[in-house]
């Protein structure tokens, strides 16, 4: 049955009132499988309950539970709206309380669709048939192969349990990769995470505690990625603060677009000056924006008194308006944005999205990246990407170097 409505999911969420809510999903942990046309499997787990009378899911990855509270029913059939990124599942209800169907993925011009299966009361993510062969807990140097000759360095951090189950991530010159849970079994490395924009899994076999080299990424419905990996107690990425930057004689920047509200906004209005004004880039598309925004909404209720200001600059993957407005809408509610988000109306995927809405940076080079600027509208400082919770301390060091820099600007005069 689930055939007949997948490709209506989203009107059907948006028809809300002609479904009932959901009230046949079995509480408690289930196993989610996303099947990929070449055998691998991105698992997680989530959790049905009800909050204030409604059902809700929880996506579990490590230590983070994202709450997912648009689901609908009609007969044994389900449609779970994510809370971002223009992903959910079109589902059927089996008579064993299992459930069956489709993730589907929208990226603007595209629309992605994977196999999608779920069964109650499995907790584990991957299986832990063996005890594990070694313990890769501590920090790597990791090299990605993009395929075309390229490489991406990142860092792996990994805690392993004496069991066999892992948790990690990895950090990148342009975001981690945000809450990863997997298990070590035998020499077999699966490491997993889901939010409904990130679906992978990493896999590799363990030769020796020091070295990972038989290793992928399995990203979406198809896309595949290498990986080596090298214990490296020491290994830095480069300087986040020089990965973007001004273009030779620019210190300000000059923009005006409208925000989600309809309102104009400019970085020259009266309300910006004299304040020290945090430019957030960004993309509803993008897992580690909404980490920064989660950071940066907080940081904003209690700090504007003191002269702060935010402004979101959002890149999506369309150039319309009103579809850019509506993906970004939920980031604002949920994470309680008060500070505007401006819709650049230059698609992400634009070549020339630096040159025609940013021209005084050398090129946007990630997503997110924040720009501060002083009282007298000078840019002091580029950041690019985001260390997010999932990355423990490091994402503590962000909030203290981060909030240092703003106290400097504010005690300096107008």
């Known amino acids: 049955m689930y055939k007949i409505y997948r490709y209506t999911l989203f009107l059907f969420i948006l028809a809300a009132p002609a479904l009932n809510q959901a009230q046949g999903i079995k509480p408690g942990i289930w196993q989610g499988v996303l099947q990929r046309p070449d055998g691998q499997q991105i698992i997680f787990n989530f959790e049905s309950a009800r909050l204030k009378g409604k059902p809700v899911l929880y996506v579990i990855n490590a230590g983070e539970r994202l709450l997912v509270d648009a689901i609908r029913q009609r007969g044994d059939s389900l449609w779970i709206q994510m809370p971002f990124f223009a992903s959910g599942f079109a589902l059927k209800q089996g008579k ?113 505690k020091d070295h990972i080299r038989e290793a992928a990424v399995y990203s979406g419905l198809r896309a595949t990625q290498r990986w080596t990996a090298q214990r490296n107690d020491t290994v830095q990425l480069p300087d986040e603060n020089t990965y973007t930057k001004l273009r030779e004689g620019e210190s300000r920047l000059n923009f005006r677009f409208r925000s989600t509200s309809g309102k104009w906004v400019s970085i020259n209005d009266d309300r910006y000056k004299n304040k020290v004004v945090i430019i957030q880039i960004l993309g509803s598309w993008c897992p580690n924006c909404m980490d920064e925004t989660a950071y940066l ?23 319309d308006f009103e579809a850019s407005r509506k993906a970004l809408i939920p980031f604002q509610k949920r994470y309680n944005v008060t500070y505007p988000f401006l819709v650049t109306g230059v698609s992400v995927s634009d070549e020339q999205r630096t040159e025609k809405t940013l021209p005084q940076l050398e090129s946007i080079k990630a997503f997110p990246t924040s720009i501060v600027i002083d009282k007298k509208g000078n840019v002091r400082k580029i950041h690019s990407g985001f260390n997010g919770p999932g990355t423990g301390k490091h994402y503590d060091a962000f909030k203290k170097d981060f909030e240092s820099f703003v106290n400097s600007l504010l005690k300096e005069p107008s």
């Open 297 to 319: 909404s907080d940081y904003y209720i209690h700090n504007k008194a003191r002269g702060v200001e935010i402004i979101g600059l959002a890149y999506e993957r369309t150039g």
């Open 96 to 208: 064993n309380g299992s459930m069956e169907g489709v993730y589907i993925k929208n990226y603007g011009t595209r629309k992605e669709e994977m196999p999608f299966t779920a069964v109650h009361g499995t907790a584990v993510r991957y299986p832990l048939n063996s005890p594990p062969a070694v313990d890769i807990s501590g920090r790597w140097a990791v090299s990605f192969n993009s395929g075309n000759g390229k490489t991406q360095q990142a860092i792996g951090e990994f805690t392993q349990e004496a069991g066999g189950r892992i948790t990690g991530t990895f950090l990148t010159p342009s975001g981690d990769y945000r809450y990863l849970e997997g298990s070590v079994s035998g020499d077999s490395l699966h490491l997993s995470g889901f939010d409904g924009g990130h679906a992978f899994v990493f896999t590799a076999l363990l030769n020796d």
